[in-house]
């Protein structure tokens, strides 16, 4: 037996049938945000990925040679396509440019729970220029899709690449010898950070300062004492959260997101159920077109993984409604077979969904499969009901059945 590929999933029926739910769910709160559509190929120059990230993403990715002796890779994100999509092509168009996008990454990781080698990112990015406003309205699209999935047990963290930064800046770090400590204390690892601090030659007293800083969260208060000038900024953004009417939102200045690219608000979502892998967003504002030779812009954007989130609602006991069909046809025999036929292409031209029997089994075994498939009600096409224009119209839960005229048949199954 031939296997998928390590780190990658089929899904079943039911589970695209919840994917599509939450995936056209998503899209409609981006619509409604005034944000737009676009996609980008799933495969791209890898260049484009090393001068975003730097030549140790290769290391992750599914990177190849084509044909053509072009060095290719699958996409592990689409932050990076979209703005060479806006520097090839979108320059032109009015600004602040609002787009959204749903696709798979891919990513040479180490399979576990919720961390694949195929996965799906939900995610959006505005082009315009940095502004409270265009953060909170990225943060708020986050959050307003988050609150409309029904997830309960998340937290959103907000924190601004400029506090750490500029703590580093006053002990005189910046620049390439910066970078390498922001990485560090994004992912809490004090023990790597600090002898970096050490031989960027910043005093005890700094060090402790600022990995002080790293654990600083809570309610907008926090800044108060901590942040200085980029702590002001994010007091401006969270006030229009607050108008927005979002709560699930915190200070976190340990939100870093190690990379060059990030100019200021950082953030990161969190849905503690899932343990380990529990970051199911992360965003921030960044400037990244004038790497991909266009203009320098500044924007700002967020990934949600499609997946750890649909995980993470999941565990909370939702589910999605269950994609049955209305209406499941039964020719009672051979010479009804056509009319019935004709019964189901009424019905699914009057957007009814229907299914029918073609497999040419008996009327047993048509109930047994209507029922396993879940079809709310079955149509029997009898002999003696056709010579007065009507069908059987059976209710699959209550076992109620009625003679309907197939002039109103469909009136009747949409009443
Ligand atoms: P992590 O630290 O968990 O690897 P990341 O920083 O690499 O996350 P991003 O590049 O910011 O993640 O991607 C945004 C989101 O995509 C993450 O918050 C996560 O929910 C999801 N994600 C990232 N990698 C994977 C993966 N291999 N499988 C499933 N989801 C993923
Ligand atoms: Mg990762």
Known sequence: MIQRPRGTRDFTPEEMGARRYYESMMRS?????????????????????????????????YAFKDKGDREICLRPELTASVIRFFVNDLTNYPRPLKMFYFGQCFRYERPQAGRYREFFQFGAEIIGSATPEMDAEMIGLAAAILERTGLKDYKIRVGHIGVLKGM???????????????????????????????????????????????KVTGPLSVLDTYGGEAGEYLKEVFAILAQFGFRNVEVDLGVVRGLAYYTGIVFEVDAPKLGAEKQICGGGSYSLSELFGGEKVF?????????????????????????????????????????????????RRNGISCDLDIMRRNMGKNFKYADAIGARRTIIVGEKELESGCVNVRDMSSGEQKMVPIESLVQHLKG
């Open 29 to 61: 709160v981006a619509v409604s945000h005034g944000f737009r559509e676009v996609q980008t190929p799933i495969f791209e120059h890898t260049e484009l990925f090393t001068t975003k990230s730097g030549p140790g993403i290769v290391e992750e990715m």
């Open 299 to 347: 924007s700002t954007g967020f990934a949600i993984g499609f997946d750890r989130t649909l995980l993470a609602i999941e565990k909370e006991g939702q589910t999605a409604p269950k994609l049955l069909v209305d209406a499941y046809v039964i020719p009672v025999n051979d010479k009804t077979r056509m009319k019935a036929y004709e019964v189901a292409a009424l019905l």
């Open 168 to 214: 580093l800046a006053q002990a005189g770090v910046s620049g390439d010898t910066a970078l390498p400590i922001l990485q560090k204390l994004d992912k809490k690892m004090y023990e790597e950070a600090e002898p970096l601090m050490k031989a960027a030659g910043m005093s005890a007293d700094s060090i402790e300062k600022i990995i002080a800083t790293t």
